[in-house]
């Protein structure tokens, strides 16, 4: 399909910087409505942590994802470390501020939890990678050892994990490791050679030109 793609990386609850860039690539109008169409927006995760704007951000995500299907568009949300992180109920970047956003730390749980709403939205609408046309997006990287089981299987057993694991299993499953879509600094900081070895033998796997981090 012929459609505008744009992608948008860390935000890390700055719901100011994520409206400047919506704004910018002109697919919402400055009341945070979409506007844009035919055009495939890919949010590559760490929409959280760092910032206090949570809820703004999740809130304005979920509700262009809705409005962007009446434009011929669609949003595509991925998932990221400090996602994982908060289903793993690890804090440490979570802001004072942010806790406050929610009236207390036991209403932020409750809302991440499998029940929750910002819960139910990681857990089964946020993809670990996507294709669109012939360019892969992921959060941190991608290994052939990952590769080889294709997007569906990956966002698939994804799912499955964060559905069905308690918090502090999380790390243990295939794909949440330091190896794994969230977390690899191999594409980013790994010695050149093998890299560039690497990253042609996924690219082949999953027949894609390009791969946006």
């Known amino acids: 399909h012929s ?3 744009v992608a948008v990386g860390d935000i890390h609850g700055d719901f100011k910087k994520l409206m400047k860039v919506l704004l910018t690539a002109k697919l919402v109008d400055r009341k945070g409505n979409w506007i844009a169409k035919d055009t495939v927006l890919v949010q ?3 929409l959280i942590d760092r910032g206090s704007d949570t809820i703004l951000i999740f809130d304005l995500m979920m509700k262009i994802k809705e409005q962007a299907k009446k434009h011929n568009s669609v949003v595509y949300m991925l998932l990221g470390n400090h996602e994982i992180m908060n289903l793993q109920e690890d804090f440490r970047y979570v802001t004072r501020g942010d806790v406050m956003s929610f009236g207390g730390m036991a209403n932020r749980r409750k809302e991440f ?6 819960g139910k939205l990681l857990r089964n609408e946020m993809n670990a990678t996507m294709i669109v046309d012939d360019t892969l997006f992921v959060h941190a990287g991608l290994v052939s050892v990952y590769a080889k089981y294709g ?3 990956m966002n698939k057993h994804v799912h499955y994990v964060l559905q069905t694991y308690p918090p502090e299993q999380l790390f243990y499953a295939p794909l949440f490791n330091n190896n794994g879509p969230f977390w690899t ?3 980013s900081m790994g010695p050149e050679e093998p890299m560039c070895e690497e990253l042609k033998m996924v690219m082949d796997i999953m027949k894609v030109y390009k791969i946006i981090l």
Request: hydrophobic share 30%; glycine share 12%; proline share 0%.
């Open 113 to 118: 939890s499998m029940d929750g709403r910002y």
């Open 3 to 5: 459609k505008r793609v």
């Open 44 to 46: 590559t995760g760490d």
């Open 151 to 153: 997007v569906d299987q």
């Open 185 to 187: 600094r191999f594409m």
